[in-house]
């Protein structure tokens, strides 16, 4: 199983524990999953020497990993643009962090609900495959974060995501 698996089951396994009446706003639950993303690279750093060899890889895998230490480094500048080129590339994982990053503003940040609605967007494309981007979707029906407030819909995505 590869390292972003591994990043992705983690912080899914960690979200699972928080029980949903105790979630709070999407603000806590958007800063839980970045820490715990943040987290893996601060337990597996990357040296220099791998940086560097990631920065001259273009396979998005790699290109991946060099997002996640940017992101981790909280160099969202040059983290963001690399998660919107691989979710281009179809990453469902670039695609979720390119939303969460944008939700946060970690990347080019919204004005208004139009604008993050973009975000939440992305979110909800990524949710079907990935069960934090489901966590997240829920915690954000469940609050009307820039959508309508829908506890029903809440409700079916947190049982979606712990399945």
Known sequence: MNRLKLIG???FAILLTVVTAEAGSVQTTMHRIEQRYKEDYRLYPLS????????ADKDVTSQMKLAG???SKEQ???SYPIYEKCAKEGDIHALFMQGLSGLNWRGPKP?????????VKMIEE????????????????????SVKRDKQLAEKLYASAKK
């Open 9 to 11: 089951l983690a912080i």
């Open 48 to 55: 220099e020497d791998e940086v560097k060899k990631l920065q």
């Open 69 to 71: 230490y940017y992101f």
């Open 76 to 78: 969202y500048d040059k």
């Open 111 to 119: 004005r208004n609900d139009k604008e993050r609605l973009v975000y």
């Open 126 to 145: 990524a949710a079907p495959y990935h069960p934090v981007a489901m966590y997240l979707l829920a915690a954000i029906a469940e609050e009307g974060y």
